[in-house]
């Protein structure tokens, strides 16, 4: 076998590549376009760039960063395309596996347009780990696969929450993107270190019903000597999961690697998880320029907004010779998506509206107090009684119930599903949803549009697969279009 390295090879080895004879050196593009390569009265501010970017062959990896800069490094970004555009004398090679969102159609966009070619590697050679159950580093994502997705029902204090936030939304009209952290702790992530909240987070199961899958998902790979990399956003639990990956680990005896520890997670001495069985990365640095090795499980707390990110944060596990270290039949990553889903009476515009009245959609305070709103349970249970109710009355809908309502009549319901003595603030919020349909019968279809029966995370799933249906039939038009097509 050949040696991995330069370095590992005999000197008088005839089958091992050299390095290149002419001085070959990497930077950052922060360095290379940073206050270390300004040249101030004809002399860069930093030695190492005395020579400049002239008689060179430059050779830039996601090179997609100096045509569209990211505004962090913008700057530098802009500095670096200058050098390289007032190089003389230099071969200059970009390369990049990220397909721009811009589009150059039309003779009024030619601009826009980078030359270069294409080149399609669409199938991975031998080197990469098997996918489980799909190529999801290629793109590859379907909810009909068995265990790709992993669904748990919001309750208890996750649900009503998740509610009181969307109502929110609704009625402030502020971005739907704050949801996002309801569906993973039932708290913003930023008060979650608050000593009420971490300890009702570490010890409620439904206050993080994802979060608990996803430990024990860790937990089961650890018993088989696989490691796991967990990824969840900073803004969406990133944390709590710690906490909770932490208090796992010291019950069942393994280690937790965070992004400082990735190279310790990486080694070879860890390839089964001996000194960090699982690595828990936030979505914001497990993209470009990050890979994990040898991992066997990735758990996806957040659902991918876009067809790239579900590529990029897969991709982080599927490397050429990642899994190298591990015999040939363990050369695999399974990967679990968790989506959080509505309970079942609440799946449905009738269920939805129970919900939405009980937490106080149309005779709730202007400012949410949770010490003095009702019990969790008290919600489910209420909004329960009221769907099995609507069932035996088979009302499926809102307009049937507005029609049922003064046959049956609002105090007979409310007797039947919160009695007005037991439960008096849920009692009067449900009676004035009731109310509100007999009142403004004309607003009934306006009141289903907006009622949600699915979740933040449910929503994004459904784009995500219209997505991929459009990129696929894209992505075969480049693919044909590519230099190589049909060689591998």
């Keep these: 076998m050949k040696p991995r390295y330069w370095a590992q090879a005999a000197d008088d080895a005839d089958d091992v590549p050299h390095p290149p004879a002419a001085p070959l050196r990497a930077y950052r593009f922060t360095s290379a376009g940073g206050r270390a390569a300004e040249v101030v009265d004809g002399v860069p501010r930093g030695c190492i760039f005395k020579v400049g970017f002239d008689g060179k062959v430059v050779l830039m990896d996601e090179g997609h960063h100096l045509v569209r800069p990211n505004k962090v490094y913008e700057s530098q970004l802009k500095n670096l395309r200058q050098y390289v555009e007032s190089a003389r004398n230099s071969v200059f090679v970009s390369c990049t596996g990220s397909m721009e969102a811009d589009s150059s159609a039309g003779i009024e966009n030619q601009a826009m347009s980078d030359e270069g070619f294409l080149s399609s590697h669409h199938k991975r050679g031998l080197g990469f780990p098997r996918q489980i159950p799909t190529a999801c580093a290629d793109g590859a994502f379907s909810e009909e696969l068995e265990g790709l997705v992993q669904r748990e029902e919001l309750s208890g204090h996750s649900l009503s929450l998740y509610l009181y936030q969307a109502i929110r939304v609704q009625k402030e009209e502020t971005p739907e993107q704050t949801l996002a952290n309801y569906t993973n702790i039932h708290v913003y992530s930023g008060s979650a270190g608050q000593p009420t909240c971490k300890a009702q987070i570490m010890k409620y199961s439904n206050c993080r019903p994802k979060f608990t899958l996803a430990v024990e998902e860790v937990v089961t790979a650890a018993k088989k000597g696989q490691k796991s990399l967990v990824m969840v956003s900073k803004r969406t639990g990133y944390k709590a999961m710690l906490w909770l990956l932490e208090a796992a680990a010291k019950k069942h005896g393994f280690s937790v690697a965070e992004y400082d520890q990735l190279a310790d997670f990486n080694s070879t001495e860890n390839r089964n ?24 499980a990735m758990l996806l707390l957040d659902v991918p907004t876009r067809y790239a990110d579900l590529k990029q944060r897969c991709g982080r596990v599927v490397r050429c010779r990642s899994h190298e270290d591990l015999p040939e039949a363990d050369r695999d990553v399974r ?18 509206f129970a919900l939405w009245a009980l937490c106080g959609y149309w005779n709730g305070p202007k400012r949410i107090n949770y010490s003095s709103e009702p019990d969790p349970e008290e919600i489910t249970e209420i909004s329960e009684a009221f769907s099995q109710s609507m069932s035996r009355r088979r009302i499926q809908s809102l307009e049937h119930l507005t029609r049922s309502l003064p046959r049956i009549g609002i105090p007979k319901l ?10 008096p603030k849920s009692a009067r919020r449900l009676q004035a949803g009731l109310q509100q349909l007999l009142d ?3 607003s009934i279809a306006e009141v289903t549009e907006m009622l949600p029966t699915t979740t933040y995370d449910e929503v994004k799933v459904e784009e995500l697969m219209q997505q991929l249906a459009e990129m696929a039939p894209a992505l075969d038009l480049v693919r044909c279009s590519a230099i190589d097509a049909g060689f591998y």
Excluded: W
Aim: charged share 20%.
């Design 335 to 352: 990967f679990v998506f968790f989506v959080a889903e509505m309970p079942d009476c609440g799946q449905n515009e009738v269920g939805a």
């Design 440 to 442: 403004k019968p004309e």
């Design 414 to 423: 409310l007797s039947e599903v919160a009695d007005p003595a037991e439960y």
């Design 273 to 296: 998880g001996k000194n960090f069985m699982v690595l828990i990365l936030t979505t914001e640095h497990g993209g470009e320029s990050i890979q994990a090795f040898c991992v066997r």
